[in-house]
């Protein structure tokens, strides 16, 4: 329990588009802490597939995940894994 | 007091898929209609949410239908986007912030929807990234979906759609057509829409009569009475039909029908001529499923594989490893037959991945196939290795599409023996058997055959393209489309040349082209030397019957008297003639024959 922030960068080609963007809410779905994406200074629901499109992070952009709850440490852990696989694209 | 008669009026399309429907046209309108915007007061509230809620709810259930559908077809790129649909539907913030809105207005839930639709679309298109402004296309198709359940009102998606109704729409796309196959649509009329187009193959595999350049508003306008007739074979739309027109196409689907159920009877034949002339006789094929048709048909092999279809609606480039084990699936399953994969065939009227971006003026004469992929090697490489990776599965060929000098058949040669160099010194397996073929679809190309002859193991005949360059037409460009004849003595002269050039170093020439899957082109074809024929898989009965009725000697006989013909009309008219002698009752192409 409890709040983690940690910072990542996006290294698949085409950065934050809609397959990583679902891949990315569909590994939320199911989660039970609070999840925020900020990239240049614009915090979102990381849980909000629109919302992760509209972030238009390409590759290299810089984001900062913020996940606060129960399950806190094993989702940061599940999405850092995937940013850093670049979601098995 | 005379009542107004009601006059046939026949439209002229592009044909695209033949084959004949009589049904009633079901039009999808492009552009939105005003939504209706009320309030419904603090009562109506409750009401409205469930309405939201029930509307999402059945248009998720559409689309995990639809996604269960394209899992048979094995098309994991449109199983992806759909599956970017189902998360935009239960995207918590777009839902949370339209439940509050229609309760704090108290007004009706499809204008709030619309609202929040057009707030997304603004803030996707202020994005400076054009390619992530591009992604508010999926949200589009999202919104129409619901919003065709929340009016309840036909006409803006598929999802109404009644059985038999022939489709209407400005321009569809794959999904659509598998939905609209689901939905058991009988035709299909778009305004926009080419021979080439995904969709395009599509329906002619599923054999839906298809007919484009037809303007929806202007059908619309014309239309007194429900029935309308879809002619594939010609291109014509029959609006208003009167009782001699409707019995006489009642009379040929039964035609078309006892024919091509004499077709199904060829099973396992051989495609052999009465005087025992054997014919390769392959498929040409977009999907891996597909291969289940080619064992199905009895094929020879595959004939064509356009790999570029497999990625077709993907925003980036597959890796090697993704590519390579989806070449490996198809070698194993296809049992050692031979499978041609084409390699990346990209850019004229086929966009690709992130590489949309710069516009070219004249594209067909622009950066696309071959010279794609030599400017992008490594794209190229990653493809080239993972074919190589693949062919120890099976009996794998490579071949090039757009050649138009020897040079470039050089640097990719030389590429494919740099990345067979790389995978030896890595100790990858390969298949030292990997054979390269050449597309001959330009004119400079067919004009060396000879050289290339001599520098590759197969020729594979694209007639689509030789015919658009030869002639120097764009078939897809209405104002000229009639000229696009690949009967043109021009053409048939090349055919010629390729075939004898072919014969002189000793290596085999296929035609994978449309005309190889036109029966009455088949004589002329076999006659000039050709092969092998590959077609897709659903013309393969079609093709295999004027084989084992026809006389090769005959064939031959023909194609002498066709090569003394000045025009392309007299050309068309000898292979006519001669196919309707050889296959009276075929009435999809002899468009006179019907059983009385």
């Known amino acids: 329990m409890g709040k983690l922030v940690q910072k990542v960068q996006v290294k698949n080609m085409m950065g934050l588009h809609t397959r990583p963007a679902t891949k990315i809410v569909k590994l939320l779905q199911n989660c039970k802490s609070e999840v925020s994406f900020t990239c240049r200074q614009e915090t979102i629901n990381a849980k909000s597939i629109l919302s992760i499109l509209m972030l238009a992070a390409a590759r290299n952009s810089k984001i900062t995940i913020t996940v606060e709850g129960e399950d806190a440490a094993d989702v940061m852990k599940n999405l850092v894994a995937s940013f850093e696989n670049e979601f098995g694209e | 007091m005379k009542t107004c008669k009601i006059e046939e009026i026949r439209l002229k399309g592009t044909p695209i898929s033949r084959g004949v429907a009589i049904g009633t046209p079901f039009f999808i309108t492009a552009q939105e209609d005003v939504i209706p915007e009320f309030t419904v007061g603090l009562e109506g509230v409750e009401e409205e949410l469930l309405r939201y809620r029930r509307a999402l709810g059945r248009s998720f259930e559409d689309v995990l239908k639809l996604q269960g559908m394209l899992e048979k077809e094995d098309f994991s790129d449109g199983i992806s986007l759909l599956d970017a649909q189902l998360q935009m539907m239960r995207d918590p913030v777009m839902t949370t912030q339209i439940e509050a809105e229609i309760a704090s207005s108290q007004k009706n839930a499809e204008a709030i929807f619309q609202k929040h639709i057009f707030r997304y679309q603004k803030s996707f298109q202020s994005l400076q990234d054009p390619f992530f402004r591009e992604r508010f296309k999926d949200l589009q198709e999202v919104f129409k979906r619901i919003m065709s359940y929340l009016c309840a009102r036909e006409g803006t998606s598929l999802a109404h759609i009644p059985s038999h109704a022939i489709l209407i729409a400005h321009e569809l796309g794959v999904t659509d057509i598998v939905e609209a196959n689901m939905r058991g649509v009988i035709a299909i009329l778009t305004k926009s829409g080419s021979h080439t187009s995904h969709a395009a193959i599509m329906a002619k595999a599923k054999g ?389």
């Open chain 2, 208 to 596: 839906i009569p298809f007919v484009s350049n037809i303007d929806p508003e202007q059908l619309k306008s014309l239309m007194q009475h429900s029935d309308v007739i879809v002619d594939g074979r010609t291109g014509e739309v029959i609006l208003n039909p009167g009782p001699d027109t409707l019995l006489k196409y009642r009379n040929i689907q039964k035609t078309v029908q006892l024919h091509s159920s004499s077709l199904k009877l060829l099973g396992g034949l051989k495609p052999e001529t009465v005087d025992g002339y054997a014919v390769r006789l392959s498929a040409n094929i977009a999907m891996p499923h597909e291969i289940d048709l080619v064992h199905q048909h009895h094929a020879y092999g595959v004939g064509l594989f356009r790999s570029e279809y497999l990625f077709s609606s993907r925003e980036t480039c597959p890796l090697e490893e993704e590519q390579f084990s989806v070449y490996q699936a198809m070698a194993l399953k296809m049992k050692e037959l031979p499978l041609v994969i084409r390699v990346f065939d990209l850019g004229g009227d086929k966009n690709f991945l992130g590489y949309t971006g710069e516009v070219e003026q004249n594209p067909s004469l622009g950066c696309r196939s071959i010279r794609f992929l030599l400017k992008e090697r490594e794209i190229f490489k990653a493809q080239l290795r993972a074919i190589l990776r693949a062919s120890v599965y099976g009996n794998i060929s490579i071949l090039l599409p757009l050649i138009s000098s020897l040079t470039e058949l050089l640097e990719a040669k030389a590429l494919i023996n740099e990345m067979k160099k790389e995978l030896s010194q890595n100790q990858i397996p390969f298949s030292n058997q990997v054979r390269v073929g050449c597309m001959i679809e330009v004119p400079a190309a067919a004009l060396i055959a000879d050289l290339l002859a001599q520098e590759c193991d197969f020729f594979s005949i694209g007639t689509n393209d030789l015919t658009q360059y030869t002639l120097a037409v764009d078939r897809n460009n209405q104002a000229v489309s009639f000229l696009h004849t690949p009967t043109h003595p021009s053409v048939i002269r090349l055919l010629k040349l390729i075939t004898k050039e072919a014969h002189n170093y000793g290596i085999p020439v296929s035609i994978c082209g449309e005309i190889a899957a036109d029966p009455r082109f088949t004589p002329l074809l076999l006659g000039l030397g050709i092969h092998e024929l590959s077609v897709s898989a659903c013309h393969i009965p079609a093709v295999k019957n004027v084989i084992r009725r026809m006389n090769f000697a005959e064939a031959k006989r023909l194609t002498q008297y066709v090569l003394t013909l000045k025009t392309s009309e007299e050309v068309l008219a000898a292979l006519s003639h001669q196919y309707l002698k050889i296959v009276p009752d075929d009435c999809l192409y002899n468009c006179e024959v019907t059983r009385s």
